[in-house]
């Protein structure tokens, strides 16, 4: 399970890293803290593009929180908000990743059930 996801997401990073810039070695590309960064950063670009109040907004926003929760689980002296932020600053509209989201929506809602 673990493995699988790691595999899953070291894909997603070389295409990630390809596509929008990011400077992802591929030794660390597969820790769980670097799926949770780029699930937050591609569910808060999902946020900044959907309309206020609809359904994909507020899926948007619960994902962010599940992954931000995730990452303060992890290292609480890093104010998680402030980095996502800064990323969406470096990428832009680059940080939007429908294939990335949809596999962290996938983890969220397997994990959820």
Do not use: H
């Amino acid at each position: 399970m673990r493995l699988a996801r790691s595999c899953i997401f070291c894909a997603f990073s070389i295409v990630a890293a390809g596509l929008a810039g990011w400077e992802i070695p591929l030794a660390r590309a597969a820790t769980d803290q670097d799926f949770d960064l780029a699930c937050a950063v591609v569910s808060a670009a999902e946020i900044a593009t959907t309309k206020a109040g609809s359904d994909e907004r507020n899926m948007a926003l619960q994902i962010q929180f599940f992954y931000l929760g995730r990452l303060s689980g992890r290292d609480d002296r890093t104010y998680w908000t402030a980095v996502v932020k800064g990323r969406l600053a470096e990428l832009k509209t680059k940080a939007k990743a429908p294939d990335l989201y949809g596999s962290c929506a996938a983890f969220v809602t397997k994990n959820i059930d």
